[in-house]
């Protein structure tokens, strides 16, 4: 069936690197997605979101790229702060009527002092 | 904060009871949907209400309903609670019909023993 994926499930960076958490999706006709940064304790927290007639887009210190031609998603965090651990899910539209939400199963970030 | 209220924080139950989950969403916004999540499952979509009437379902077992109600709050029932179903029940709201943008509250964290 059509699934959103993460390549890795934990992530470890040094403070200050720059982190790049990926994205797998495989229903090509999804035309939004959603970036989530779920911390501990609490609900995921909108980050950054992009559509598919888009390839790039940044935020404050994000930046997420869509290459709608081998179906991946990433999400670059600029000078990764300690703030910045948490859990990161990718979300797409699901297409057809419902539209709904589908999460990816999320990606575990840890900043390295 | 999100602007999205969720009641209670933590609930503690036994096998068999029923519950009630309660969300409000961010002022404004008239779509409230419900998410479970537990460790093995990820966040999985339930449910979806838009203006007082129901739009979407999801993986939502038939011992759990929702409403919305017209001052736009809205309540998942859990009946029949069996040990699965202990997980974080979050909620998020939007704006419009369409679920885009959709911002979460703090989650309940349901306990089932």
């Known amino acids: 069936g059509e699934s959103v994926g993460l390549h890795l499930p934990t992530l470890s960076v040094q403070e200050g690197d720059n982190s790049i958490i990926n994205c797998a999706y495989s229903n090509s006709a999804s035309d939004y997605f959603i970036w989530y940064k779920q911390e501990s304790g609490k609900g995921p927290q909108f980050i950054i979101d992009i559509r598919s007639n888009m390839d790039k887009r940044q935020g404050q210190r994000v930046t997420v790229l869509l290459n709608k031609t081998v179906k991946h998603l990433s999400l670059q965090i600029a000078a990764t702060q300690p703030g910045d651990s948490a859990v990161y899910f990718c979300?797409?539209?699901?297409?057809?009527?419902?539209?709904?939400?589908?999460f990816g199963s999320g990606t575990q970030l840890t900043v390295l002092p | 904060d999100s602007g999205v209220t969720q009641t209670p924080k933590h609930l503690i139950t036994a096998t068999g009871q029923r519950v009630t989950l309660r969300c409000s969403p961010r002022?404004?916004?008239?779509?409230v949907y419900w998410y479970q999540q537990s460790l093995d499952q990820g966040l999985q979509f339930l449910i979806h209400?838009?203006?007082?009437?129901?739009?979407a379902k999801g993986n939502i077992l038939e011992r759990f309903s929702a409403q919305q109600f017209p001052d736009l709050h809205s309540e998942l029932n859990l009946s029949s609670l069996e040990l699965g179903d202990s997980a974080l029940y979050f909620c998020?709201?939007?704006?419009?019909?369409?679920?885009?943008?959709?911002?979460f509250g703090p989650g309940t964290r349901l306990t089932v023993l």
């Open positions: 979300a797409e539209i699901s297409p057809g009527s419902a539209r709904q939400l589908t």
């Open positions: 002022s404004g916004d008239l779509s």
């Open positions: 998020a709201s939007s704006v419009a019909s369409r679920p885009d943008t959709q911002y």
């Open positions: 209400y838009y203006n007082g009437e129901e739009r």
